[in-house]
């Protein structure tokens, strides 16, 4: 990413204004290779379905399509970004509790995979393989167990249900449907729970395949990782936080003991593993001022921006204003109408009107999660290696408004 100077800074906000996300699409990408490379010296048949839902913006998406990668998916919005950007069909694999039909029937008869949920979802499938007797169509299903994290997710198939019984029975009945993928989500990101969906998923396959006569193509065994990471953010975590190496080790090692022929494809789901520490917010401080001995230093921008609840975010400030002084607890907060709008709690150090902060590690949960509250929302310029490039240009009113009636 390029040095951000004081200088580089004003040439920016004289073009895209006193807000904006900064994109480093290398890093992305470099994430991805490392990640991957980690896993595949354990188990080679290895790979990743990126998490659209993390951040979609397309130019990421891009990059995980190029290097191979899987789009896992979990809306009909999201399968047409990926369909948009040249996403082969066979390599999109789409979760979620609710799919809009016709697009399943859309994506299936294009050889893509539809990872079921629960039984409601059989009917519709019954239908679309009985009208197409021709096509193969790929299913996942969605499973379900304990894992030790004290979660009960709401996710998937109970693994000891009736339901998850009949969805193995539709499947080996119905001709022209082919389990290709298991899936599982948990939403804990510590290490320690890793070997026991990775041995659950992997035991649970060698059940499948009594069942049906194969193992599925693909075991993916969910996201939930951490990523990258500035020390100040690590330190505010009460648990150490893993390596993709740590992961590597707890999972894919489990695999490479069940499928010592590397017979089925091990997926996992990463989002903010791979984009957290790829996107920065910069915002402008527009007013400082002090309340009953308590400080605070008004921005434009949002906690909604970075969406970094319970932490300080990292963070640094370039020196843009005249008018310096120290401060020993200033609450960084949002240009919004509500109290809880803080950025950043009892900041120390110099600060002034015109100064620019910049806020790290929030590439997760942030762009995509910004709702349209009180203004839209702001640029993303991708600043990776040595040129500057508008990847999303600022929202206007237009945007927002011209689905409504006036």
Known sequence: MLNLTSEMMSELCDVYGNAFYLLDSKKFSNNFVELSNEFKKIYPNFNIAYSYKTNYTPKLCKIVNDNGGYAEVVSEMELEIALRIGVKATKIIWNGPIKNQDKIKQLLLMGGTVNIDSVFEIETIKKIAHQNPNHRLNLGIRCNFDVGDGVISRFGF????????????????????????????????????????????????????????????????????FGHMDDALKAQFSTTIPTYEDYAKAAASVFAEHFPNLETELLIEPGSALVGDCMKFVGRIETIKTVRNKTFATMLGSQKNINMGGVNPPIFVIKSGTERKYYKDVDIVGYTCIEGDVLYHNYEGDLSVGDYVVFSNCGSYSLVMKPPFILPNFPVIDISGNKVELIKRQEYFDDIFHTFSF
């Not at 948990?186 to 998923?201: D, I, L, S, T």
């Not at 009594?210 to 193509?217: A, N, S, T, V």
Request: charged share 25%.
């Open 158 to 225: 109970d693994i000891d249900s009736i339901e998850f019984e009949q969805a193995l029975d539709f499947i080996k009945n119905i001709e022209n449907v082919h389990l290709i993928n298991l899936q599982c989500h948990f939403a804990k990101r510590n290490v320690e729970y890793w070997p026991a969906r990775a041995k659950g998923m992997a035991t649970l396959a060698l059940q499948v395949k009594e069942r049906l006569g194969y193992i599925p193509d693909r075991i993916d065994i969910g996201g939930g990782l």
